[in-house]
């Protein structure tokens, strides 16, 4: 059976068609050399913010390697296998330059706060808790010592939820409060004890151990003035707070001052 005639206006649609065609085929092609281009692969890595983990490290660990697509970059994945990878780094944030073929991680370290002793060990404490690595008392402890109940202590792991909560703590409180303090004990009732050097011990709420600490100073000094020896001074409810003597903790003696 004969075909009827295309009708210009057919005509027209047949050519947009298959120019289409020509065109999407072209774009395809062009997508494909772009991806395979040199220009879009990873030539170079950098790395700033570091001083303790090595940028090599740093760069291992994420995953990346020269020649890889840039296309296949996934940042938020990148920035998390390498905090998983490294306690000391807290975050990480990646940028790339495509003219440069290069990617730079911007890293951001953890602070070691405090030192954890147990067994007559020693292990460095990160700020959000977790043990960073076995510390020796020949290099000098240049933080403060914490303790408590729990002796069991993984390295890459937290001690406890209160011994995280005063790391946590201690990153907001000055290397300057601490001078006096030789110790923080962290009891099993949300407080926590600190020892100083000049024998007094005074009780604080964990949670709120930076904001004690003006309080700490002002009440040591007003027992002092007053002539009490060295007791314990229980700062965790409200002033007036209550100073108890050593020789009569459990007795029932105690004394209440400093507002």
């Not at 649609?13 to 092609?29: L, M, Q, T, W, Y």
């Not at 940028?95 to 730079?104: A, C, E, I, R, Y």
Request: with cysteine.
């Amino acid at each position: 059976m004969p075909q009827a005639a295309l009708t210009p206006a057919d005509r027209q649609r047949r050519k947009s068609r298959n120019r289409k065609v020509i065109i999407g085929f072209f774009a395809f092609i062009g997508v494909v050399v772009l991806l395979e281009s040199p220009l879009t692969r990873i030539r170079s890595m950098t790395v700033s913010g570091n001083t303790t983990i090595p940028a090599e490290r740093v760069i291992l660990d994420s995953g990346l390697h020269k020649g890889q697509s840039l296309w296949q970059v996934n940042g938020g994945h990148v920035a998390s296998h390498i905090t998983s990878m490294e306690p000391m780094i807290q975050s990480v944030s990646l940028s790339t330059d495509w003219l440069q073929g290069t990617v730079h991680f911007t890293v951001r370290e953890r602070q070691i706060v405090a030192v954890y002793e147990t067994s007559g060990k020693f292990y460095q404490l990160l700020n959000n808790g977790v043990v960073y690595q076995e510390a020796s008392p020949k290099d000098g402890l240049a933080t403060p010592i914490v303790t408590s109940t729990a002796a069991h202590v993984t390295i890459g792991q937290a001690v406890s939820p209160a011994v995280s909560a005063i790391c946590k703590q201690l990153t907001k409180i000055s290397a300057g409060q601490l001078t006096d303090v030789s110790e923080f004990h962290v009891n099993g009732d949300g407080t926590v004890s600190l020892y100083l050097d000049n024998q007094f011990v005074v009780t604080c709420d964990t949670q709120g151990l930076a904001g004690s600490l003006n309080a700490m100073h002002s009440a040591v000094q007003y027992f002092v003035s007053k002539g009490y020896q060295p007791g314990n001074i229980d700062l965790s409810g409200s002033p007036p707070y209550l100073y108890t003597p050593f020789d009569n903790q459990g007795a029932g003696s105690k004394q209440k001052g400093a507002q």
